[in-house]
């Protein structure tokens, strides 16, 4: 697709110009969230400007009419978050024009976004492809005995910072795509359940501060069992708090377990993808490593 980005939009009775995200105020960027009722703290956007890149859409006077954001890993593959624009804006083609910028940034790789139901004709048109159903899970959390599954073989302990590169390889083999930097980025903001099978990583999930209460992803296991093993000890530590897991899991022990200790789903986004198809999404072989949860919708 060949796309040639303009410095400037003529929306309605104004005009609008892009801007590098990174110059711009937190308080703007979490207003803006805020005006399409996503969760999204001042916090969040300086972690997400942290992993990635991106622009906004200013008007005359400065204010912040919309925003798209890109997040590469290695050469040949980046996922695409953050597209916002303004309500009064959606139906005026502020959105396009800026995913017209983010293709020019990312031109070559393979692409993945997770849509709204409002922004998936725009991302039809822009030649994205249907992949899956993300299921937004998230409510006010129970602990539960930890009996229930089978017998787990191994041992359940919190991550530190030596686990980081059994973590990345263990995350590159479920999700398709090696993220380095983004899991270094993760364990820095985050508190991590490991289980391990001798010497070897398993499973884990990370779980950070994140819009109402806390987020709990990625999580990556080779099964049912393993995921929620190291999902439960989370779901203790935050035992009557707003907890969120985003999976494209919507049946059997790991599903059933979010939602009986009260993560219901909520809502879902799907997700499209531009060019190869990942290997999460590829029917693997028993005990071949899963992503059972996202780290955000946003990073993917």
Not at 13 to 37: K, N, P, T, Y
Not at 96 to 114: E, H, P, S, T, Y
Not at 262 to 275: A, C, E, H, N
Request: charged share 20%; proline share 4%.
């Amino acid at each position: 697709m060949k796309l040639k980005p303009s410095e400037s939009l003529k929306i309605d009775a104004f005009s609008m110009r892009i801007a590098d995200i990174e110059g711009v105020d937190l308080d703007r960027l979490h207003a803006l969230s805020l005006s399409v009722g996503w969760p999204h703290r001042a916090e969040d956007w300086q972690f997400l400007r942290e992993a990635g890149q991106g622009f906004v859409a200013l008007d005359e006077i400065g204010r912040v009419l919309g925003s798209a954001m890109w997040f590469p890993h290695g050469a040949s593959f980046a996922t695409i978050g953050m597209v916002i624009t303004s309500p009064r804006l959606q139906t005026l083609g502020a959105a396009q024009w800026l995913m017209k910028r983010i293709f020019d940034k990312v031109a070559g790789r393979d692409l993945r976004l997770n849509a709204t139901r409002a922004a998936r004709r725009l991302y039809l048109s822009l030649d994205f492809q249907p992949e899956k159903i993300v299921y937004q899970c998230q409510g006010v959390v129970h602990a539960q005995p930890t009996g229930g599954s089978a017998d787990i073989r191994g041992d359940v302990r919190t991550l530190d910072a030596r686990d980081i590169p059994a973590a990345i390889a263990l995350d590159a083999a479920g999700f398709g795509v090696k993220r380095a930097s983004l899991i270094e980025k993760l364990f820095a903001h985050s508190a991590g359940y490991g289980l391990f099978k001798g010497d070897r990583l398993a499973a884990f999930a990370l779980c950070r501060p994140f819009g109402r209460g806390h987020v709990v992803g990625p999580v990556v296991a080779e099964n049912d069992a393993d995921a929620v093993a190291t999902v439960r000890p989370h779901v203790a530590d935050h035992s009557g708090s707003f907890l969120r897991v985003d999976t494209h899991i919507d049946n059997g022990e790991f599903a059933a377990f979010l939602s009986h200790t009260g993560m219901p789903v909520f809502d879902t986004v799907l997700t499209m993808s531009m060019g190869k198809r990942l290997v999460d999404f590829a029917v693997g072989g028993a005990g071949a490593p899963m992503t059972y949860a996202l780290a955000s919708q946003t990073l993917g």
